[in-house]
């Protein structure tokens, strides 16, 4: 349920979706993603789904030894699916550095305005930059909210 979820979040399950960063299929997966995978055909759609499935599997073992809760593994590892890895340990890394918890998800939305000034460009616990966040936090409310209407409709048997 979590993955159709995240499919129709990604593609509205049209396999020929493509992003304007290069993103394609039903689970937008990026081109040089496949390839770590070893996926070469994205527009198949076993092919992507198996990309995307082993890609949000890994981050997701990123997160299990982080003290969080189910609930917030899966925040944080749609975060990282949708911003990559690197942001969100900077989002993280400059929570901690600031005395935040950074094993939940809506501490880390809170600071995320900030990652947004020049001055995080001169915090030693941001390595890439600053972040505006805005698609991140939109993404990770929309797949949660699409994921309780299906199983609203779908309940677990």
């Not at 890394?93 to 005395?99: G, H, I, L, M």
């Amino acid at each position: 349920r979590m993955l159709a979820a995240v499919v129709y979040q990604e593609s509205k399950f049209s396999i020929n979706s493509r992003s304007h960063r290069g993103a394609r299929g039903l689970m937008q997966v990026m081109p040089s993603t496949a390839e770590y995978y070893g996926i070469d055909d994205l527009l198949n759609p076993e092919k992507n789904l198996k990309a995307g499935t082993k890609h949000l599997k890994r981050l997701q073992r990123m997160f299990e030894d982080s003290g969080m809760d189910q609930t917030e593994i899966i925040k944080f590892t749609l975060a990282a699916y949708n911003a990559g890895e690197g942001r969100i340990a900077d989002c993280r890394n400059f929570a901690a550095s600031q005395q935040i918890d950074t094993t939940r998800w809506g501490e880390i939305v809170r600071i995320i305005p900030l990652m947004r000034e020049d001055s995080i460009l001169e915090n030693e616990n941001v390595k890439l930059g600053k972040f505006q966040g805005y698609e991140t936090i939109a993404y990770i409310d929309s797949i949660m909210e699409l994921y309780d209407a299906i199983c609203r409709i779908c309940p677990e048997a």
